[in-house]
Nanobody, 126 residues
Framework: QGQLVESGGGSVQAGGSLKLTCSAS????????MAWFRQAPEKGREGVAT???????SYSESVKGRFTISQDNGKNTLYLQMNSLKPEDTAVYFC????????????????????WGQGTQVTVSS
């Protein structure tokens, strides 16, 4: 099934930057698509961005132009570079994987993803 472990969360002031890392291990089947989701207190899980094995990406409108998803397949690592952070970006951030290719709207559907990390907290203060 595989395992995902996130790191890199923390506290930052508005306008600052953070880079999240997700390390993947133990996968037997290919991971065609990786994604970042987030969940703020008392809110549902929200898709942030996806990246396919061919490098194609998709972003939610709320982070487009500020966040960048990338991956290093040789290191089995997924990244999320977050710039120009806002207080509304405060949430627990999760990485997720699925074995099928992501369409441009698959960040909307958390139920499609079969493997999840434990999450890392990001707090942005004003």
């Amino acid at each position: 099934q595989g395992q995902l472990v996130e790191s890199g969360g923390g506290s930052v002031q508005a306008g600052g930057s953070l880079k999240l890392t997700c390390s993947a291990s133990g996968f037997i089947n290919k991971r065609d698509c990786m994604a970042w989701f987030r969940q703020a207190p008392e809110k549902g899980r929200e898709g942030v961005a996806t990246i396919n094995s061919d490098g194609s990406t998709s972003y939610s409108e709320s982070v487009k132009g500020r966040f960048t998803i990338s991956q290093d397949n040789g290191k089995n690592t997924l990244y999320l570079q977050m710039n120009s952070l806002k207080p509304e970006d405060t949430a627990v951030y999760f990485c997720a994987a699925k074995t099928t290719y992501c369409s441009v709207i698959d960040y909307l559907y958390s139920s499609l993803y079969t493997v999840w990390g434990q999450g890392t907290q990001v707090t942005v203060s004003s």
